[in-house]
């Protein structure tokens, strides 16, 4: 029997996350804000994860809502092991399972090496990269109950190339592009793929606190001569999440500063 045009607009009209459930930490600002947005869009669940203050992810969760989106909120340092555990605890008790996990909560604490402090070096490890095994400590369980699982990290082009002045940073963001691979090793025959998003140098906040002149001779040497978006980095995360023989892979969101 041929398809009415009716059936065809309601097929069109199924999102394309419905029914599955993410965690995005990090998501009160920038690249993870978006992340949470995009997601929600396209019918997710999100839980959403702040540190600090508040404040800003209740912004996200107004938009999120105002378009119809399913978002909670929930505090979480991810540099504690109890906090992950208990944000992953109570995302089973509310909503059942955990699908899909985007590690993005991240620092930066810029100095030069010969300046940079024991407390500047330990902060950016325990929340760029402890942060990433918490997180996925905590949620790999239930995706490995359930057979199926989305993991992206947000690693970083500082991973690829290094930065000047970001030896904790960078050591972090290659740190998660190591863990990535050895983790989908792992996890590949489980239902599970395990990815990386490697942004260059996004229209963040973050970005917008480097010194002008450093930013500017980078966005010079971008070929795209111009700054990424968050958008643009969670149009990456948005395929990872949705592609099912993709996985140990780094896809670059640079603007080609970096091939
Ligand atoms: N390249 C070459 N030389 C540099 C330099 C650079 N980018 N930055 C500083 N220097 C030089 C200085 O001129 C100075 O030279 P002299 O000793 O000859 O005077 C020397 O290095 C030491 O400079 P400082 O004493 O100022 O160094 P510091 O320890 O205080 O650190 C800094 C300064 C924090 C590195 C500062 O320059 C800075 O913030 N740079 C930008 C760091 C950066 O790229 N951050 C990216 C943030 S965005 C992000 O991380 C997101 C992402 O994933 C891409």
């Given at each position: 029997m041929a398809t009415t045009v009716f059936e065809v607009e309601k097929v069109n009209a199924l999102k394309p996350l419905e029914g599955k459930v993410a965690i995005v930490t990090g998501a009160s600002r920038g690249i993870g804000a978006e992340i949470a947005k995009v997601l929600a869009r396209n019918g997710a669940t999100v839980v959403g994860t702040y540190n600090n203050s508040p404040k800003h992810i209740q912004d996200v969760a107004k938009v999120i809502e105002e378009e119809g989106g399913k978002f909670r909120v929930i505090q979480a340092d991810v540099a504690k092991f109890d906090d992950t555990e208990r944000l992953a605890s109570e995302v089973v008790e509310n909503f059942g399972k955990i699908d899909i996990l985007i590690n993005n909560a991240g620092i930066t604490k810029d100095r030069t090496f010969r300046k940079i402090s024991k407390e500047e070096w330990d902060a950016v490890i325990n929340v760029n990269l402890n942060g990433v095994f918490n997180a996925t400590k905590a949620v790999i369980k239930h995706m490995l109950d359930q057979n199926y699982g989305r993991i992206v990290s947000i690693s970083s082009i500082v991973g690829q190339a290094g930065a000047f002045g970001q030896t904790n940073y960078a050591a972090t963001k290659a740190g998660i592009l190591g863990f990535t691979k050895s983790l989908a090793l792992e996890t590949a025959s489980k239902g599970i793929t395990v990815n990386a998003v490697c942004p260059g140098y996004i229209a963040t906040e973050m970005v917008a606190a480097m010194p002008k002149e450093v930013l500017d001779n980078i966005i010079a040497k971008v070929p795209m001569k111009r700054l990424g978006t968050p958008a643009e980095v969670a149009q990456a995360v948005l395929f990872l999440v949705q592609a099912?023989?993709?996985?140990?892979q780094a896809i670059a969101v640079n603007g080609g500063l970096y091939m």
């Open positions: 099912d023989y993709v996985t140990g």
